[in-house]
């Protein structure tokens, strides 16, 4: 049997004629870039994440980098986040001259651990009131900012993360990258905090036919220096008020989105019952947690195993996909030696890196596909004591 991570085909299929006639009708009207398509996703987007406003971009990670310059993180200034996610969360801090500074995750569900970033706080930092917040006592810059990350669909502990903002005159932008739909305490992910950034990669739970991003915020100045920054700065086409970027999102994207946004609810809650089908199939201790405030939309369905790289190649000699998101934390990337930190500094990361393994899930996943995963994963075990 051959049972791939994720079959995109198998989604297109099921809504082939109304994507493809969204196309055609954007390549009748020749409007590529901006007009009525991309307004109306921007409008359906910020409702569908019960939010105020949302704004349209090229990517997920031209997004955090909008979000960061909306909310005016300067160059020189950090930014506290989480050294286990994707590396667009740390590029963008990098792109307007400030530094990541890392807190560790918790073992439960891999988001950043609330508790370790009050601990550094507490430890390492002192408000100055002379210089207008929180100052990082080992670097002697003026921390910003917090970027909690909803990894792997599963939403990070957004309530002391917004007690510590308010507390020390933080800015929250929420990394949505992974987590389209998801709920904390019955509240959609985004716009809990200040800002939130969602990709729509392909391989997303809304992915476009390319790359493409949204940033959903409830406030209006933050909306629109944002629409301003991507679109060169300019409201008129040759009236230019700010320095811009070229960061637009196109109609073409903007019409497969909105078909497909239709069904994102449902293609979440199929997530969720495959999902529920592994753990029932599945040892215990390999089950990933859900937090009593979560609603899970399972991006990933990860397993975690001090025996990760044995179970993968045994896994891929039966014909299974897998995936490792991810193999090197952020603060022991080649790119970012630059920080200073070393092996050790941040355990679970480390240790979620080499343990652990992201299996197929996607909303049409086959049950009986489900079924031989599991029943592989269980041969292994059993065979390897």
Known sequence: MDIPFMDLKVQYQAIKEEVDRAI???IENTQFIMGEQVADFEREFAEFCEAKYAVGASSGTTELHLALLACDIQAGEEVLTTPHTFIATIEAISHIGAYPVFVDVNERDYNIDTNKLAEFIDSHCEYDAARGGLINRRTNRLIRAVIPVHLYGHPADMEPVLALAEKYGLRVIEDVAQAHGARYKGIRVGAIGDVGCFSFFPGKNLGA???????VTNNEEIA??????????RKDKYRHLIIGYNYRLDALQAAILRVKLKFLDDWSENRRKRAAQYNKLLPEALIPEVRAYAEH?????V?????RDELQA????QGIKTGVHYPIPLHLQPAYSFLGYKPGDFPIAEACAGQV???????????QHIEY????????FGANG
């Open 224 to 233: 629109e220096k944002s629409r301003l920054l991507a679109n060169h700065g």
């Open 373 to 380: 995963v599991a029943d592989t994963i269980n041969t292994f």
């Open 314 to 317: 045994f896994l891929t000699k």
């Open 357 to 367: 393994l992201s299996l197929p899930m996607y909303p049409e996943l086959p049950l």
């Open 297 to 301: 939309v399972y991006h990933l369905y």
């Open 24 to 26: 055609f009708e954007v």
């Open 303 to 307: 397993i975690n195993t001090d025996r």
């Open 209 to 215: 036919f390319g790359d493409g991003g949204m940033l």
